[in-house]
């Protein structure tokens, strides 16, 4: 069964950073477009970063500027370097992949991306 798993949540103070990592175990697959969404209790999931094989990143108006996606391609590994982080960045957080290359345009959609992660939980404590 192809699974992404995710890795690296926790718990830390305002103004503290996590650096989640998504593995793609057990898969000999390649993807091109990987990503991550985030859902605050209560709220529904959003769009966070996202980036392709060829090395495009794409990120929401809300992390940009400090938050890094990064990825590994040789482990099929993606990372979310998390940094100046806020409470209102509390929520699970879910690594997603598409072994197609998703369109600029649409890489903030959750519809394009068919393999998902169990989720990781950050918490940002005030």
């Known amino acids: 069964q192809v699974q992404l798993v995710e890795s690296g949540g926790g718990l830390v103070q305002a103004g503290g950073s996590l650096r989640l990592s998504c593995s793609a175990s057990g898969n000999t697959r390649r993807y091109d477009t990987m990503g991550w969404f985030r859902q605050a209790p209560g709220k529904d999931r959003e769009f966070v970063a996202a980036?392709?094989?060829?090395?495009?990143?794409y990120y929401s108006d809300s992390v940009k500027g400090r938050f890094t996606i990064s990825r590994d391609n040789a482990e099929n590994t993606v990372y979310l370097q998390m940094n100046s982080l806020k409470p209102e960045d509390t929520a699970d957080y879910y690594c997603a992949a598409n072994v197609n290359r998703v369109i600029t345009s649409a890489v903030g959609d959750q519809r394009m991306y068919s393999t998902w992660g169990q989720g990781t939980q950050v918490t940002v404590s005030s």
């Open positions: 980036t392709r094989r060829s090395g495009g990143t």
